[in-house]
């Protein structure tokens, strides 16, 4: 079962802030976050592993609460090209062999 | 660095004909993905390989086979094409110690 992404689309003003949330009803074991521009392939951002575990790359950093099975991606001071569509994916084992994606989030930053 | 490379990148398939698709990755990974994405879609996981002969279904696998016979290759193999199967597929491999999905550029594929 895929998780469930929120909001489905932002559109924001260059410098303001975003939050993309993901949850599942199925335990979690780890969250895995991906940024597609359009017409390419989705690239890596991070992975979270442990509960209320954070991580951050640059102005991008994401939350994860394992016993709430929820994970957020917070983006600060959006910049033009914060822009494209953000997948959490979702491993559900140790191994996490199968890992699948929400539907995605697009975000439009404006200047 | 080749990465992870797919072959055809556009193909246009009649209904009823067969084809597979490529994927290959020259960075010694095990596990190796195939998703389907639908336009304006998210990633549907349609068959998984954690090693060389073993694959293993996902999400949405009917109308598809899978084979691994090597680390480096896991191809995609349509039977009887169909217009549902329209799709932008993306193979991926995963290195285990980061987690990191690495995509190749995809192949458009349309069904008519």
């Known amino acids: 079962q895929q998780p469930v992404q929120s909001p489905q689309a932002v559109i924001l003003r260059e410098g303001e802030d975003a939050v993309i949330n993901c949850s599942s009803s199925k335990a979690l074991y780890s969250v895995h976050w991906y940024r597609q521009k359009h017409g390419e392939a989705p690239v890596f951002l991070m992975i979270?592993?442990?509960?209320?575990e954070q991580k951050g790359h640059e102005k991008i950093s994401a939350s994860f609460n394992e016993k709430k099975q929820q994970s957020s991606l917070y983006l600060t001071a959006s910049q033009l090209s914060y822009s494209g569509t953000y997948f959490c994916?979702?491993?559900?084992?140790?191994?996490?062999?199968?890992?699948?994606f929400g539907s995605g989030t697009q975000l439009t930053v404006l200047p | 660095n080749a990465g992870v490379t797919q072959t055809p990148k556009f193909r246009i398939l009649k209904i009823g004909q067969s084809m597979t698709l490529q994927c290959t990755q020259d960075m010694n990974h095990n596990y190796m993905y195939w998703y389907r994405q639908d336009p304006g879609m998210g990633l549907k996981l349609i068959y998984y390989?954690?090693?060389?002969?073993?694959?293993d279904k996902g999400e949405v696998p009917n109308g598809y086979n899978v084979s691994r016979s090597t680390t480096e290759d896991f191809p995609l193999r349509l039977e009887l094409a169909a217009p549902s199967q329209t799709s932008v597929y993306f193979c991926?491999?995963?290195?285990?110690?980061?987690?990191?999905?690495?995509f190749g550029e995809g192949s458009r594929l349309t069904v008519l």
């Open positions: 390989s954690v090693g060389a002969g073993i694959t």
């Open positions: 979270l592993l442990k509960g209320g």
């Open positions: 991926a491999s995963k290195e285990l110690n980061t987690g990191e999905l690495f």
């Open positions: 994916g979702s491993g559900s084992s140790g191994s996490a062999r199968q890992l699948t």
